[in-house]
């Protein structure tokens, strides 16, 4: 199995910034993508952002101009620097890995607190 600890979470005032941080138990030079998506209490697991093998990243609108993800292949680890914070962003966040076989793994999650 693929194993991910994500890191970083805490709470923020509105306009803040956070890095998420997701070590993989393997290298992730091999993987198909990686992403981050986020479970607000009440709502339904979102999308944050993705980035392919090659390096194509693609973001929700919602983050879109805030949020980076990002990549250390000699540390095995993603990242998702969010910055300008709003309270809506306060959620659970999550990080996985998908295979080029359609296999996906995710992670314990990390919450995140953006206060007004």
């Known amino acids: 199995q693929v194993q991910l600890v994500e890191s970083g979470g805490g709470l923020v005032q509105t306009g803040g910034s956070l890095r998420l941080s997701c070590v993989v138990s393997r290298s992730i030079s091999s993987f198909n993508r990686m992403a981050w998506v986020r479970q607000a209490l009440g709502n339904q697991r979102e999308g944050v952002a993705i980035i392919t093998k090659r390096g194509a990243t693609t973001y929700a609108d919602s983050v879109k101009g805030r949020f980076t993800i990002s990549r250390d292949h000699a540390k095995n680890t993603v990242y998702l620097q969010m910055n300008s914070l709003k309270p809506e962003d306060t959620a659970v966040y999550y990080c996985?890995?998908?295979?080029?076989?359609?296999?996906?793994?995710w992670g314990q999650g990390t919450q995140v607190t953006v206060s007004s």
């Open positions: 996985g890995v998908a295979t080029d076989e359609g296999q996906n793994y």
